[in-house]
């Protein structure tokens, strides 16, 4: 088996008095591809924030390699979150700032690369998401998809050790949404990145993850933890309900 | 009630904390924050407003002749209209018609754009890359505040004093010569270092509040013109509030 990499405990995420979810306890494995499954507004966005360290858990902890996420002081936490790329599910591009400047920034704050270094690595990744050629452009220049595969190539980076990503494939149509699962699948086979994502693909749910968590928006806690294809068959109804499209 | 209130002044405090550890790494060398942002703030804010201060402050200057002279011809003493305008501009006009002015323009905008970030989680995107919002938006933009508003007062002191001059020259017939040498005579170094320092304490008000309710604001459409508005209202009655400050301390250290 392998190292546990982020472990939550017990954790309750609230908007003020808001409830979202609570009591969610589970681990994510390292090397793991893990989905985040659940409807729409059931808190996936909200739990993706308590984990990149963007909002304190109401309750619970967040554990990543058995260090307590928010009870750590500022800049050890900010080391620890500087392993992670996080893409966001607008795609959060950098508004003032070119396609290849967006993927540059963090390069240049942590990095030694020269500039002609950094430029090529972020052309580099730029391509690996079908980006090649629009290095000059402004977010504001393309279009919905294209932001939001500028913005994984972004959290790409660093070469992070665990990379987020929300909703990368909505809005993208059937071709490069394979081709971002061929990519995370080969990101995970070849340079070991523990991957989390949110998705609704069911293709690309049964595809690509190892592992996965149902979170249910009426009993507001998690209802099945384990690999898709478990789930479809020994899941709770609504689990296998959702990863049937309902037709159950 | 109270406890939004409680709410808001710890959430300014926090901000304020912030701010001053961004600027401590600011000076050490250690912030983050792009060379080329910094240029196009300043450019916002010094350069590409210039325009209006001027305009506005001979206006000004223009308005406090005209409505000087109605008293001071009725005793025959058109020419201090020279000491009234210049003394006016250096001590109080220059600095908060300049302040009130950027805190439409440059301030709103600055409130606006950092609004609209927050709305696209732009910010936290930079939080999640390990920049702080703090260093990367709110310092630039502090900064060419600190810098370019005693620059702009200086220019609407000149300005203001050019409009008064215009009055008492084209219509009471001072020679443009008299009414400078009136103006120098009457107003010193104190009235004019009073004004500038002024001008940087209302620059940090105008851009700390702007940044801060950029930063703060909704989500929303709605929550990037809230940010805005209240940016340009607490900032104009901050400016007032400090500028009675100065007021009664000016006139207890009689300067
Ligand atoms: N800033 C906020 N303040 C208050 N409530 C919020 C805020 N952001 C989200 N919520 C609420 O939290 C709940 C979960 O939102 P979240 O964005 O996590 O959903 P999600 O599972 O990611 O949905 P989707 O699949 O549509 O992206 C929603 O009901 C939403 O109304
Ligand atoms: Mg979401």
Redesign the pocket.
């Known amino acids: 088996m392998n190292r546990v990499c982020l472990n939550i405990e017990n954790l309750t995420m609230k ?1 003020e008095d ?1 409830l ?1 979810q609570e009591n969610l306890t589970f681990p994510i494995y390292e090397g793991d591809i893990f989905v985040v499954m ?1 409807g ?7 739990l993706l924030r308590h984990l990149v360290g963007l909002k304190r858990p109401s309750s619970g902890k967040v554990f990543i390699y058995n260090e307590s996420l928010w009870d750590l002081d500022e800049d050890k936490r900010q080391d620890i979150l500087r392993e992670f790329g996080v893409s966001f ?1 607008s795609g959060a591009l950098w508004t003032s700032m070119t396609l290849k400047e967006n993927v540059s920034l963090s390069l240049e704050e942590y990095t030694n690369y020269s500039k002609n270094e950094i430029s090529e690595i972020a052309k580099q990744k730029l391509s690996l998401v079908g980006l090649s050629g629009f290095e000059d452009y402004y977010p504001f220049e393309i279009s919905g998809g294209m932001k939001k595969r500028a913005g994984i190539a972004r959290a790409m980076a660093l070469d992070p050790k665990v990379l987020f990503l929300d ?1 990368p494939s909505a809005g993208l149509d059937p071709i490069s949404s394979k081709n971002l699962d061929d990519l995370i699948i080969k990101l995970n086979k070849e340079e070991g990145v523990t991957v989390v994502i949110i998705t609704h693909e069911l293709d690309s749910i049964f595809r690509i993850g190892t592992n996965s968590v149902f979170l249910d928006a009426e009993t507001k806690t998690m209802q099945g933890y384990g690999s898709p294809k478990e789930l479809l068959e020994n899941g709770c109804e609504k689990v296998r309900r959702f990863l049937q499209r309902g037709e159950l | 009630m109270f406890r939004n209130l409680y709410n808001k002044t710890i959430s300014v405090l926090e901000f304020l904390g912030l701010t001053i550890l961004s600027f401590s790494r600011f000076f050490t060398g250690k912030a983050r924050y792009r060379k080329k942002d910094l240029l196009l703030v300043f450019y916002e804010s010094g350069p590409a407003s210039i325009g209006i201060v001027c305009l506005i402050s001979l206006l000004v200057g223009l308005i406090l002749a005209y409505i000087g002279s109605i008293q001071l011809e009725q005793f025959g003493a058109v020419i201090y209209i020279a000491d009234l305008v210049g003394l006016a501009m250096l001590r109080e006009m220059g600095a908060i018609m300049t302040s009130i002015i950027m805190a439409g323009r440059t301030g709103a905008s600055f409130a606006a754009s950092i609004a609209t970030m927050e709305a696209n989680e732009e910010i936290d995107a930079l939080k999640t890359t390990g920049i702080s919002p703090i260093d990367f938006l709110v310092v630039p933009r502090v900064i060419s505040f600190i810098i370019c508003f005693p620059f702009l007062c200086i220019v609407s002191d000149l300005v203001g004093i050019l409009g008064g001059a215009i009055v008492g020259v084209s219509s009471f017939e001072i020679s443009p010569i008299r009414y400078f040498e009136q103006t120098i005579l009457r107003v010193d170094l104190t009235d004019f270092f009073i004004g500038l320092v002024k001008s940087i304490f209302f620059g940090i008000i105008v851009s700390l509040s702007a940044c801060y309710f950029g930063i703060k604001s909704k ?1 929303t459409a709605e929550g990037v013109g809230n940010a805005t508005t209240s940016s340009v209202v607490v900032s104009i009655v901050l400016i007032i509030i400090c500028d009675a400050i100065f007021a009664v301390l000016t006139s207890v250290l009689g300067i």
């Open positions: 908007y808001k979202i659940g729409s507004g059931c808190g996936k966005s909200t599910q909703e | 989500r």
